[in-house]
């Protein structure tokens, strides 16, 4: 029986210290659980919340139930600045997508292989890592429509007569140059993935291709190219979702400052404008911008997925 006790007391005693520790990793844990309650979920319901409200954000609540979204699909303006939204995000995708393409034919043919490529995959990222405020600011001045050094070198070189209104025109000029500056600040994430993507498929694929008599560009089209699907798909949907949410490149390098009807005047912008740049706040419309372009963002990646998985069973 003495031989007995002695052994339950070394278990008991390793429960405890186990439960000791369990209570010390809960405790490490709740300051970011209470930070992560406190500033991300609470906003989410408390916009959700306001949405419903006819809301200065300070002062009378008033419940108007469904009044704010009726108005937000109604609404013109919120309109024209999503299309807006969609035709910066398209030249950014298509550039930077179709560099990055062509960077990663590029790394990954040995005909073009050197010493040093770690070096330029890194210029490449670098832009990645630039602030956007910095990277705005640089274009910003670059383009400037009197002192501009691009205006300046195009005028000196006779390929145009008078300078470009790169970012307060109303065309597309402005949408495409945002659409540009972003392709160069994200194409070198995209190239990154796109490399580690290719890096992955298993090169039995190229060496049976090359028995076969495959030429470089249809190795690329029959086996790179879909099984790159998943890593372009992710690419992207995640370039959608922070495309339709555009604010800080257009905002800042606006030099009309995103005034109504402007070319630069963004989703985003205009819900900022309704909940910050009017004498009269309206957050609880704001709010309900807020989340119908979140459904709407919901729904394109919603349809990217089935387009994907129906070429998948294809």
Do not use: H
């Amino acid at each position: 029986m003495a031989v007995k006790e002695k052994t339950q007391k070394p278990a008991k005693a390793r429960k405890g210290g186990l439960e000791r520790r369990n209570y010390y990793g809960i405790l490490f844990c709740l300051p970011f659980v209470i930070a992560f309650l406190v500033f991300n979920i609470y906003p989410v319901f408390r916009t959700f919340q306001m949405s419903f409200l006819n809301y200065k954000g300070f002062g009378k609540e008033t419940f108007i139930w469904f009044d704010n979204y009726t108005r937000a699909v109604k609404d013109p303006l919120f309109r024209d600045a999503f299309v807006n939204t969609l035709k910066m995000w398209g030249v950014n995708i298509v550039l930077q997508l179709g560099l990055a393409l062509l960077l990663t034919i590029i790394f990954n043919d040995m005909k073009y292989r050197m010493k040093g490529m770690g070096i330029f995959r890194a210029l490449f990222y670098l832009p990645n890592l630039i602030a956007c405020t910095s990277v705005a600011f640089l274009f910003k001045t670059l383009l400037d429509w009197q002192y501009g050094s691009i205006n300046q070198i195009l005028m000196s070189a006779g390929i145009i007569s008078a300078p470009i209104n790169w970012l307060t025109g109303e065309g597309l000029t402005a949408q495409m140059v945002v659409g540009v500056v972003g392709a160069w600040m994200w194409f070198g994430n995209s190239f990154i993935m796109l490399m580690a993507g290719v890096q992955g498929i298993d090169r039995s694929y190229f060496e049976a291709a090359t028995l076969d008599g495959a030429g470089r560009w249809a190795t690329f089209f029959q086996i790179t190219m879909p099984l790159l699907r998943p890593i372009m798909l992710y690419v992207a949907v995640t370039s959608l979702i922070g495309g339709l949410q555009l604010f800080d490149l257009p905002y800042l390098m606006s030099g009309t400052k995103g005034q109504p009807g402007r070319s630069l005047y963004t989703a985003v912008f205009y819900i900022y404008s309704m909940a910050f740049g009017t004498s009269t706040p309206q957050m609880g419309y704001a709010a309900a911008l807020a989340f119908v372009l979140f459904l709407i963002i919901a729904v394109f990646c919603g349809i990217a997925f089935k387009l994907m998985n129906q070429k998948e069973e294809d």
